[in-house]
């Protein structure tokens, strides 16, 4: 019982990370939010594996730790460092407004949950609702941010929501498939942080105003 | 125990050899070489597949070497092969200045990166896997698009980046959510293989599985294109190389589409297996008559190609939608013509550009006075891509007619009117490109060799296939899926 509370505190915290993360205006931050964050899905999985000792889920733990609390935020610290990001992002919209749009997607997600209240275990629901719910906090964090960098964090953000329902609703998949997924996420980083220093070397910001030339014209 | 693994082999000799190789012309040849040996060993196989009745299975089932998947498998490895000799010419008419030498050995490595992770997509049999190599196809073309590093490749490369990397997301998410339902039944770690699912779906609560395949239709839906998930798809194919270009339009969308193919087929037997049909008919005329009307409004030469390709892409999806015998084989019939002749268009935009260093349709005129040759092979697949007989498409456009004249007499009015719009709309915008007088001369060209062989091969065999059918690579597939969907 304390188990799935405890369960539960984390992954409202992660819930509560993301939408603070819309609140920021630094995007260092929004960076120190995300690390935090990949720290709480560590200790969920490793609640997890405590509970349940099983060598998938003390894998995927180790997994999870070496790229998300090691790799990925050295990298992520790294490249402020290299790009001197401390600039301040405006959103499309204002803040207030962004809170509210971020209520309503995590309503949408808790009604999208309790949907399926028949099929998924009582002690679960809360659990697979939040992460759902954190999902479609992410995809706010993608649309409303005129910054590149955000978007990626976004991107990082979704991939957390999907990792922590994995693990809430099963013992996490098979750990080469684990592997193999955290392997394309850290490659998919690297590409994005490429792409990041060619945008800043063209245009010598992230404002995404810069890049929206593509458009259909009429 | 079976050798289908030797499949991946070429793949991942070039990914491992052609890094290291610094002369530009020999890398490009090997690269060749070594996709002629997988389409020679794709050929095999399937050859052998289509005289067996059983699936083989390799590395403890997580890939399965099926019909459906021969017939993908020997597709994308032809238009590897051909792809890859095109490569050849197209990167030494580049300028020097434009492609520097490492970006250069990026070009290789990415491609039969992109190669090997549709490979995998294809052959995959555990739907884990299937996200990672879907994952693994976006982020190797994404290098490929943005290998110009112009502001509008990055730009355009970005825009892949998020959209799919967003909708691919959303794929793992139905990807998990499935898992979930297989876990009910206790399967453990089998509960990810595609041979199991199929088996355990009807016992699995249909709520659940309704959740998991929206999501997995907006993930891999997002990579085929689906309108209103299409916004990087023009941007990406015209920004990109054109072999690039001619890939992800010829490979990637029908490999995305197969994915959704797969877990269609996968629903068959549960009480919601209306609503995949539901959902592929549905996105498939939003796509066609969509991308019919913006036809008409495309300036440049690949942008009209993309939205060509997303108005196919959804006869496509409209034929898998309605699922009966006749409709599948148009639908198969249409993914093996379109990715022939849209590849071959690609080449033919790629040769232009070249010579006029320009995309933009106004600006190109009178290309049969400029250069004759690749003026022919432009002019017969823009006339395969209309659907004019004897092409190919003009077949599996009728048969689709026909298959949803027997589903549904009033999807019949959209469908016909999307396909006259995309004519009407390529028509008016290509007819002056080839016909006009011009004072332009063209630039000179390093090489002519390989620059009009994979196209001249690729647009022979629409026309050929419009005249003989090749119903010996079809009918057993459908045979295999149309008895379960």
């Known amino acids: ?218 | 125990m079976n050798n289908i693994g030797l499949l991946l082999l070429p793949s991942i000799l070039a990914i491992i050899v052609l890094p290291w190789i610094a002369n530009r012309k020999g890398a490009a040849y090997l690269s060749a070489l070594l996709a002629t040996l997988g389409f020679v060993i794709a050929a095999y196989f399937s050859y052998r597949m289509y005289h067996n009745s059983q699936p083989l299975f390799f590395a403890y089932h997580w890939l399965i070497y099926d019909k459906l998947s021969a017939f993908f498998i020997l597709l994308n490895a032809f238009i590897g092969m051909t792809t890859s000799y095109y490569a050849i010419s197209y990167l030494l008419n580049e300028d020097i200045t434009h492609l520097h030498p490492l970006i250069y050995r990026f070009y290789h490595t990415g491609y039969h990166l992109f190669i090997l992770s549709m490979l995998v997509v294809l052959l995959s049999n555990n739907i884990g896997i299937m996200w990672i190599a879907m994952e693994l196809a976006t982020i190797s073309s994404v290098v490929l698009v943005g290998l110009y590093q112009t502001p509008q490749a990055l730009e355009a490369a970005w825009k892949y980046l998020i959209l799919c990397g967003v909708g691919i997301g959303f794929a793992l998410l139905g990807t998990v959510i499935l898992y979930f339902g297989a876990s009910t039944q206790h399967l453990g770690s089998e509960g990810l293989l595609w041979t199991n699912l199929i088996k355990i779906t009807p016992l699995i609560p249909p709520k659940l599985l309704a959740i998991s395949f929206v999501f997995l239709f907006v993930g891999y839906g997002t990579k085929v294109g689906f309108v209103p998930l299409h916004n990087w798809l023009p941007d990406a194919h015209a920004e990109g190389p054109a072999p690039i270009s001619a890939l992800l339009s010829g490979l990637l969308l029908n490999v995305a589409l197969f994915a959704l193919l797969r877990f269609k087929w996968m629903l068959s037997d549960t009480s919601i297996h209306y609503l995949p049909s539901i959902l592929l008919i549905t996105f498939g005329f939003i796509g066609v008559l969509f991308a019919a009307l913006s036809l008409f409004r495309q300036r440049q030469l690949k942008r009209l190609f993309a939205y060509s390709s997303i108005e196919h892409l959804g006869l496509i999806s409209i034929a898998f939608g309605i699922g009966s015998p006749l409709a599948l084989f148009a639908g198969l019939l249409h993914v093996l013509m379109h990715s022939l002749s849209k590849t071959a268009a690609f080449f033919m935009c790629g040769n232009v550009m070249q010579t006029t260093h320009t995309q933009t349709i106004s600006k190109i005129r009178g290309l049969f006075q400029q250069t004759p040759l690749t003026a022919i092979l432009l002019l017969i697949s823009i006339l395969a891509i209309m659907g004019l007989p004897p092409s190919g498409l003009f077949v599996s456009e009728l048969l689709l007619i026909l298959a949803t004249l027997k589903f549904n007499l009033w999807l019949l009015i959209p469908l016909v009117l999307g396909l006259v719009l995309a004519f009407l709309a390529i028509l008016l915008k290509c007819q002056p490109l080839f016909f006009s007088n011009t004072t332009q001369t063209p630039l000179p060209l390093q090489t002519r060799s390989n620059r009009y062989w994979p196209a001249a091969l690729h647009l022979l065999l629409v026309i050929l296939a419009g005249i003989f059918v090749p119903a010996f690579l079809i009918a057993p597939v459908v045979h295999t899926v149309a008895g379960v969907l």
């Open chain 1, 1 to 218: 019982m304390i188990i799935n509370s405890w369960l539960l505190f984390l992954i409202s915290l992660m819930l509560l990370s993301s939408t603070l993360m819309i609140m920021q205006s630094h995007i260092t931050s929004l960076i120190k939010l995300l690390i935090l964050q990949n720290i709480i899905l560590a200790c969920y999985i490793l609640t997890k594996a405590l509970h349940h000792p099983e060598l998938a889920l003390w894998i995927s733990f180790a997994i999870t730790t070496f790229i998300k609390v090691i790799v990925l935020p050295v990298l992520l610290w790294k490249l402020t460092r290299f790009l001197k990001l401390s600039g301040r992002i405006e959103p499309i919209v204002n803040k207030a407004t962004l809170l509210i749009i971020a209520t309503v997607m995590i309503l949408f997600g808790l009604l999208l949950g309790h949907k399926t209240a028949v099929i998924i275990p009582h002690a679960l629901l809360s659990g697979f609702s939040l992460g759902l719910a954190n999902a479609f906090v992410a995809v706010i964090l993608i649309i409303f941010r005129r910054k590149a960098v955000s978007q990626v964090i976004g991107l990082l953000v979704l991939e957390n929501s999907i990792f922590i329902i994995a693990a809430t609703l099963s013992t996490g998949f098979p750990w080469l498939i684990e592997l193999g997924m955290s392997f394309d996420i850290l490659m998919g980083f690297m590409i994005f942080t490429l792409f990041l220093i060619r945008i800043r070397q063209q245009y010598g910001s992230f404002q995404m105003s810069h890049i929206e030339k593509l458009r259909e014209r009429v």
